[in-house]
């Protein structure tokens, strides 16, 4: 089955040490987003790639960091961690909202997310 | 801020009963999508509803949406106890540059 899939599912480091988060997709689609989200809070967007194009939140932490080597997988740096982002990190797929009538988005597909926990 | 405000915040139902939730926006949208989180999992997208329909139906979901007053409400009918989730409304609104601005959320318990 297509899907959205993210690794690993939980994640332990220690503050300020390096972290990367994977997440692959197998729906071909061309954007693709990283979503934080804390605690009973709603998923906050942090970046989102459209094909290869960077766009990132104005209020993400440069702490942040994100690749997308090809059209499946994408990736998130978190270059030294803070107790403050101990947080779930989804990632999501949509198709190209280019081809919709007036640009109208479609349906994000997400993985199961990764639970980021720093010591 | 937060585009979507969502209502109740919590609320707990007896199984078979029906579920409201209401999402109220800020700006006008394309259209208006609900998705559903059971805990510690990723989202999962439920149903879709643009801004020139105002009713929408899938199995025992039924979507409203009123752009006249930027509200939607979503309806579980006959609940179960696997509904107990969060529930999330996302909007999009034109020239929001491919992005949803997510709900703040109403976490449904179903009491078996």
């Known amino acids: 089955d297509a899907m959205v899939i993210q690794n690993p599912r939980y994640q332990v480091t220690q503050f300020g040490k390096p972290v990367t988060l994977s997440c692959s997709q197998t729906l071909n689609h061309n954007v693709m987003y990283w979503y934080q989200q804390k605690s009973s809070q709603a998923p906050k967007l942090l970046f989102h790639?459209?094909?290869?194009?960077?766009?990132n939140e104005a209020d993400t932490p440069d702490n942040f960091q994100s690749r997308r080597p090809n059209t499946s997988f994408c990736f998130l740096d978190i270059r030294s961690p803070g107790l403050g982002d101990a947080a779930m990190y989804l990632c999501?797929?949509?198709?190209?909202?280019?081809?919709?009538?007036?640009?109208?988005?479609?349906?994000?597909?997400f993985g199961p997310g990764t639970r980021l926990t720093v010591l | 801020s937060q585009q979507g405000e969502e209502d109740p915040q919590a609320l707990s139902i007896q199984e078979g009963e029906n579920a409201t939730m209401n999402c109220s926006y800020k700006t006008s949208i394309n259209n208006l999508q609900w998705y559903r989180q059971n805990s510690g999992r990723g989202l999962v997208h439920l149903i879709l509803?643009?801004?020139?329909?105002r009713e929408k139906h899938s199995g025992r979901l039924r979507v409203t949406l009123d752009t006249s007053k930027k509200s939607s409400s979503l309806l579980i009918t006959a609940s179960r106890a696997a509904d107990t989730a969060s529930y999330f409304c996302a909007t999009d609104a034109p020239g929001g540059n491919e992005k949803l601005t997510f709900g703040t959320g109403t976490r449904l318990t179903i009491i078996p």
């Open positions: 509803i643009r801004s020139n329909e």
């Open positions: 999501a797929t949509s198709r190209d909202p280019r081809f919709r009538s007036g640009g109208a988005l479609d349906t994000q597909y």
């Open positions: 790639y459209y094909d290869k194009d960077f766009n």
